[in-house]
């Protein structure tokens, strides 16, 4: 062939780059090994994300384990620490003499003392008069013993005098608890209430600052260990339970606070002009109000109703309220919620839904139905009255101190909620003020100080299937300057015109003469 047909030959049939076969055997193994090359990439990504998800994993629950850790040294300490089944605590019993309890004016209220032989036995001066504040620190824990237990089994005297201390293997006195209730208007209300079943709570309306908390029936502090079985016999009345703090009643027309403020803020420009024809009964649809002992109140404006405490008329109002709005109001006051007074407290109830019926909203705007308070709330509605429309948080301790009088710990006023504007307060406070001058609270008037107030007569089904009623009365003290905001509920006292309005005045008579000699 001649080298021209050579080169098109050539052209026409190009040789290719890749290289000469190998083998059949080389060939598909240098494939295989090509596969592999390529799919390793694939596999490693694979292995990443299972490792990545793994790690995002182990920091979640290690995140998990942080949050808890901080909710549990911050939110759960105190209560962990105080809880009576804590026997760490008691731990502290072999390092540590328990600290006083006093009052605010300096009185013991509770203390240990040490015998010769070192045998530490837990006293209490007054006994039964402050027994539910204070509490018990045998057969578990209660009261402040529980609360404040650590504070009590701390010491935060000198280091140096700690150090001493425990090279001679003798024992350091603990920290104090200083209450800030008053030793004259506790044991005022604690006498005043008497033989009755209930309770009293007076608080300072411009700090929320406790100043007195009586609960009956009671207990002996000293011997709770002894008295147990007796204490928590079926029948014993159930002396443990802080009525205070823990008892729920049907708040009965007290609660008209709280529904005159519901339908002033809901009728703004009438309700001055509200007119009512009181017959002593209203009925809708099955359901009938009547007014206490069958009074007939004929025609009554609002504040007319008011001192009268008209069912009727407040009766008709339930049914003129926005449900939703009047619930709104009611939680504003701590209805619902946990008032965080660092005491062992139920919370009060206000159920009433948005299509409730007819009888449900009658019932329930004369503080009956399914509303059920603590005298706690109830002093904390007076208290808002009293304060302007602020309520303030409640709290019953000023301050933790060393033995020897040296401050650790202040426990500051702070405002819970603006719940009414201050002209809404004033209108109402006036109502309450002319219930003591004219009204249901006229057992009042005339004293040496003013008192502004509002009664109720709680009705309740017995166990014996028949009605029963608790005496009321919710207002405070020096109406141009509010001292004292209280709460009195007897149980089966009759009206709180009989029977609750009595122990208020027995309790400020006895302040204002102790106190201001008047």
Known sequence: MK????????????????????????????????????????SRKEQNKVFVKASYFFVLMFLSLCGYLVYFNIADRESINSNSYNTKQDSKDNMVIRGNIYSSDGEILATT????????????????????????????????????????????????????????????????VNLSLSTLLQRAAYDALGNYRGAVVIMEPSTGRILAMVSKPDFSPA??????????????????????????YPPGSTFKIITTLAYMRQHPNDYQNFVFNCEGLVTRDDVSITCYGGSVHGMEDLETAFKNSCNGAFATIGTEL??????????????????????????????????????????????????????????????????????????????????????????????????????????????????????????????????????GSAEYDTASGERGTHSWFVGYTNV????????????????GSSTAVPIAKYIFDTYYQNKYGY
């Open 3 to 42: 080298k021209k047909d050579i080169n098109s030959a050539y052209e026409e049939n190009p040789v290719e780059d890749s290289p000469a076969e190998e083998p059949s055997g080389k060939k598909k193994k240098g494939k295989k090994k090509k596969q592999e090359t390529e799919g390793a990439p694939e």
């Open 322 to 455: 926005d449900n939703a709005e009047f619930k709104k109001i009611c939680e504003s006051f701590g209805f619902n919620k946990d008032l965080s007074i660092n005491m062992a407290s139920a919370d009060s109830r206000f159920t009433l839904a948005e299509d409730a019926s007819y009888g449900e909203e009658m019932t329930t705007a004369i503080g009956q139905g399914d509303t059920l308070a603590t005298p706690l709330q109830m002093a904390l509605v007076a208290s808002a009255v009293a304060n302007g429309g602020t309520l303030m948080k409640p709290y019953y301790v000023d301050s933790i101190s060393t033995y020897d009088g040296d401050e650790v710990k202040t426990f500051k006023p702070s405002s819970y909620a603006t719940v009414m504007s201050a002209d809404e307060a004033e209108t109402i406070g006036n109502y309450m003020i002319t219930t003591v001058q004219s009204g249901t609270a006229s057992a009042l008037s005339g004293a040496s100080y003013t008192a502004a107030g509002k009664t």
């Open 113 to 176: 003392n040490v015998a010769e032989d070192g045998s530490e036995t837990r006293e209490y001066p007054y006994d039964r008069v402050f027994a539910h504040v204070v509490g018990y620190a045998s057969n578990g824990r209660s009261g402040t013993e529980s609360t404040y237990n650590t504070e009590l089994t701390s010491c935060h005297a000198s280091l140096f005098e700690q150090i001493k201390n425990e090279a001679q293997d003798v024992k350091i006195q603990g920290d104090s």
């Open 223 to 248: 011997s709770i260990s002894a008295d147990w079985e007796s204490l928590n016999d079926e029948n014993s009345g159930s002396p443990l339970l802080n009525r205070a703090v823990q008892g729920l």
């Open 480 to 495: 141009d300057n509010p001292e004292l905001a209280i709460a009195v509920i007897a149980e089966d006292g009759g009206s």
